[in-house]
């Protein structure tokens, strides 16, 4: 059965995160891709939108879940939002990254990885 993947490249973001005064106090820029994969073959054999996993809506929830919360780990963050890109029951896998730019000297910037399988149904 083929799979999509939907991917949801470099979305910029403001947000809180980090144990320091100055990250507690100050919003920075984080930089989220993810990856959604489920079953294409309803999608692609009807055109059906309500087949289709809805890119639009997990995004603005990303970008909602992102802006108003704040965060001490990029763990934590990457956590929550691969729950978000999991929970549509149709979502067989997905892989979040949430990149901090500038957090460490000398480099481009830090990121965390975080995947999910879901498990068939028997």
């Known amino acids: 059965m083929p799979e999509a ?9 403001r947000t809180y995160i980090g144990s320091n005064e100055s990250e507690k106090n100050n919003k920075q820029d984080v930089v989220i ?29 990303i970008i909602a879940h992102t802006e108003n919360n704040r965060f001490l780990l990029l763990e934590k963050l990457t956590a929550e ?9 149709c979502v067989t896998f997905a892989k979040v990254e949430v990149e901090k730019p500038h957090a460490l000297r000398f480099a481009d910037s830090v990121s965390l990885t975080l995947s999910a399988i879901r498990e068939p149904q028997n």
């Open 81 to 89: 939002l691969l729950d978000l890109c999991m929970q549509q029951e």
């Open 5 to 13: 993947q939907i991917h949801i490249k470099n979305l910029r973001l």
């Open 33 to 61: 891709n993810a990856w959604i994969q489920y079953p294409a073959n309803h999608t692609y054999n009807t055109d059906n939108i309500e087949h289709a996993v809805n890119y639009r809506t997990i995004c603005k929830a």
